[in-house]
């Protein structure tokens, strides 16, 4: 028997065996046949599916863990957005964060503006590091201005949260 033939053979009952072929099976076409039959808005569709989705919190998990790679011991400190420069916890979260610094430790907040703003100013002011891992958003605030070294998210609270 020739070699095209035993290939033949191999492949023969792959394609004629409708259990093996998944696109078969479910009477869709296959990924790649609607690819290629698609005008360009239909083509461009698949990047708002959710395998698409995993992909983009895959690359923000890596971008944040190569910023964060070498950044050492660090302390995430959370609070409210909407705390005055004004209120006392505005400044008790800037006086630990500054103790934190001292001590060795980095500063990390989703740095928005209020309680986060104050432990990376602390941070900053006590020349440590600070790192805001800020979610982008519509109609919200942009990342503050004690932040030095600066993550943006796209998918919302995910993948800042497991750093």
Known sequence: MSERARRDDVAAPMQSNPSLNRAHRSGKPTEDTRFLESDHVQRTEFIHSDP????????????????????????SVFGSARTGADNPYYA???????????????????????????????????????????????????????????????TFSFVRRCL
Do not use: Y
């Open 52 to 75: 698409w989705r995993v992909f983009r919190i895959m690359g923000e998990f890596v971008e944040g863990f190569d910023t964060l790679a070498d950044l050492g011991p660090a302390v």
């Open 92 to 154: 008790l979260a800037r006086e630990v964060s500054g103790r934190l610094v001292e001590m060795g430790f980095a500063v990390i907040t989703g740095g928005g503006p209020g309680i986060m703003e104050a432990a990376n100013r602390g941070a900053q002011e006590h020349g440590g590091k600070s790192v805001g891992c800020n979610i982008e958003l519509p109609f919200e605030q942009g990342i503050n201005a004690f932040v030095d070294i600066p993550i943006n998210f796209g």
